[in-house]
């Protein structure tokens, strides 16, 4: 039975309530990263693209705008205070003799868990900072252009803030060793999430493992290509972007 107590300062769920809850906003989360990184991989078309795909978003109806942002939130809080909870509950239980090897893994799997998911939560904060608020370098808010715009009406100009963005070494890198750790996070998570929900059979584990692997590493090179790309170009290696946004805002 799932009980959930709030006095005193204890809030205690079932373990098995708890476990679903990861999993069900961990799905969430699985797959808007998937469909996050097939809308950046816009930037390979050209500008056009990815901006009239990211100015499509930006003038969704507000409900369905602010609704889809407070779900997510509310899915990345949920899983990282369920997994507060769990961690330490993991803790708290005393191993028997013969399961001390395997409580140990667990922890170990589960302090890892815990890391990797800390740092993306920072990255995430960083990100928001970094391209959708963007205190951190509030000139990308200045950069318009009608390329992509439905009507030809200025509209931001994602492709060049991320161009110009990505041309800073340490933040490209500093991008790629996040995806790095989402990928070993999702390499995990994933294949927990089928466990979770009760879904892996013995049969069929490594598979899972297998597929959560691969989708960890697709997601990993599908958000790394951005910054690695950018980088490439930047230094000669190759020639793939259009600099004429760059030449014309005075950035080059
Ligand atoms: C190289 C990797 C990435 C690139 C190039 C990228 C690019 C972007 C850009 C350009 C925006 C702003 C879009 C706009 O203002 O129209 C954005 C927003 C966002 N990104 Fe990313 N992103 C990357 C990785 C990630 C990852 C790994 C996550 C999550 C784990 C993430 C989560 C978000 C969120 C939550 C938003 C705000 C969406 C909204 O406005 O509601 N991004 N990203």
Redesign the pocket.
């Known amino acids: 039975m799932i009980t959930i107590l709030i006095s005193n300062k204890y809030f205690t769920m079932s373990s098995l309530f708890k476990k679903y809850l990861m999993a069900l906003t961990g799905i969430v989360l699985i797959g808007f ?1 998937f469909v ?1 990184m097939l809308g ?1 991989l816009q930037i390979l078309l050209g500008q056009e693209s990815i901006n009239a795909y ?1 100015h499509a ?2 003038s969704l109806p507000l409900p369905i705008l602010w609704g889809s ?1 407070i779900f ?1 939130f509310a899915c990345v809080v949920l899983h990282a205070f369920t997994a507060i909870l769990l961690i330490k509950e993991n803790r708290a239980a005393r191993p028997v003799p013969n399961e001390v090897e395997r409580t140990k893994r667990a922890g170990w799997s589960s302090l890892r868990m815990g890391l990797t998911g800390s740092i ?1 939560l920072a990255f ?1 904060v960083f ?2 900072l970094h ?2 608020t963007r205190n951190l370098y509030p000139e990308y808010g200045e950069l318009e252009t009608a390329t992509g715009s439905p009507d030809g009406e200025m509209i931001h100009d ?1 492709y060049t803030m ?1 161009l110009v963005g990505f041309r800073i070494d340490w933040i490209s890198i500093s ?1 790629v060793i996040c ?1 790095f750790l ?1 990928c070993r996070h999702l390499a995990h998570g994933v294949s927990s999430t089928f466990q979770s929900l009760g879904l892996r059979s013995e049969s069929w584990s490594s598979k899972l493992d297998l597929a959560s692997k691969a989708y960890a590493w697709v997601i990993f090179v599908g ?2 290509i ?2 690695l790309s950018v980088l490439a170009d930047k230094y000669g290696l190759i020639s793939f972007y259009s600099h004429n946004s760059l030449k014309t805002a005075d950035l080059l």
């Open positions: 990263v996050h950046n990211a978003l930006q942002r997510l993306i995430v990100h928001l391209f959708t994602v991320v991008y995806m989402l958000f790394s951005v910054p």
